[in-house]
């Protein structure tokens, strides 16, 4: 395949297979959508589907963020210029299988591509991922006829402004925004099923709706815990260092749960230090949330079957993000955490991807040995396992 002439600045997938990438918009008729300006209009949601590739050595990769798309970067203040992905648009479906297993992948405030150097990962292992883009709360969603819909802060629960107010009422929008996505990836599992016995789709027939699991990032790791625990066709769920607002962080789910935990620093400080450095408005608010956070991780280790929890020294948030990868500029709003990430980003990218690909393999695919998910792995020594 020929690259782009930048896409070596992400991680070249390593699996067997190559990588392909498909986007679909889809409409909800069966929900409103309560983000937008207009409450009678429906839900409507842009995926993209990386999936296990033929090798076509003709092929050329598709750009990492479409150009419709490009606000994203501007928004964030990386620079994608020229930047290629490591997937093909449209390509033919790999014959290694029949049929392959699925991942719902959430993420937050960001469309999925911003975790592509991991979706393209599990795709040339073998999994099809479905990255599902939350409209309203990315800088913009570009459906595929030309309309643009920008952000509205309403979606992020309030993530990017001063946190003020009651805090009780600031939990309550978060957990609102994480049933949401919840509810988001369970109208995509619908979605699915009618694409697979579609036989005028290109992945009609090869999602094995069978094994089906999610994964998410920050709100999108609550996500998707919350709709693996209420959905009966979700088998098991990843939470990339998402706090936990909605009733999975009080009641836990009874399907194996993996946690991938930043370092939380912030929350090693006494409160009354944490509000002098703007951290959290009030002392009760800070106890409040470092309650929640580390009392919805433990309660989901103790209570999935089986749990597995492991922290990674020197992450931060974003770290899981393929932001760490791209040039910023100095204004960045991402810029203040990765200044104080301490772990190279392949290196992080790599410790994630084996606890994934060890996790699905184990529960998707029947694997018994998973060194890592054990914490017997030699090799890993950024890991500390166990809940914070």
């Known amino acids: 395949m020929t690259p782009g002439t930048t896409a070596d600045r992400l991680p070249e997938p390593t699996g067997q297979h190559a990588v392909g990438r498909l986007s679909y918009d889809w409409v909800d008729f069966a929900r409103t959508e309560i983000y937008g300006a207009n409450r009678e209009d429906r839900r409507e949601l842009v995926v993209f589907v990386w999936y296990p590739a033929k090798q076509e050595s003709a092929a050329t990769f598709a750009p990492y963020l479409p150009p419709a798309w490009a606000p994203v970067a501007e928004f964030l203040g990386i620079n994608v210029d020229g930047l290629s992905s490591h997937a093909v648009a449209d390509a033919t479906v790999a014959e290694h299988d029949s ?71 600031v939990f309550r929008q978060r957990a609102s925004v994480c049933a949401y996505k919840a509810a988001d990836l369970a109208s995509v599992a619908d979605q699915l099923e009618r694409l697979n016995s579609d036989p005028a789709e290109r992945l009609a027939g090869r999602l094995d709706l ?86 919805g991780w433990r309660t989901v280790q103790q209570r999935a079957q089986p749990g597995y929890t492991a922290q990674i020294g020197g992450a931060t948030h974003l770290s899981f993000m393929d932001v760490p990868f791209l040039p910023v500029t100095d204004a960045s709003i991402v810029k203040p955490a990765l200044d104080a990430t301490k772990i190279r980003p392949q290196r992080m990218w790599r410790i994630t991807c084996d606890l994934l690909l060890a996790f699905f393999a184990r529960h998707l695919n029947g694997a018994a040995a998973a060194p890592v998910l054990d914490g017997l792995a030699d090799g890993y020594p950024e890991l500390t396992i166990g809940p914070p």
């Open 99 to 169: 049929a392959y297993p699925v991942l719902l992948l959430s993420p937050s405030g960001f469309p999925p591509l911003l975790l592509s150097a991991i979706a393209e990962e599990l795709a040339s292992y073998g999994f099809i991922v479905v990255g599902v883009n939350h409209t309203y709360e990315t800088a913009v969603t570009a459906f595929a006829d030309g309309r643009v819909v920008p952000m509205n802060p309403a979606a992020l629960g309030g993530a990017l402004g001063p946190q003020t107010g009651s805090y009780d009422d």
């Open 210 to 295: 069978g094994r089906v699991a999610a994964l998410g990032h920050s709100f999108g790791g609550n996500a998707a815990l919350e709709w693996c625990r209420a959905d009966q066709r979700c088998r098991a769920a990843v939470n990339l260092d998402g706090a936990l607002w909605s009733d999975v962080g009080r009641v836990g789910l009874d399907r194996p749960a993996l946690q991938v935990l930043a370092e939380h620093g912030e929350f090693a400080i006494a409160a009354e230090d944490a509000v002098k450095a703007g951290a959290a408005p009030t002392v009760e608010w800070f106890e409040a949330e470092k309650a929640i956070t580390f009392g």
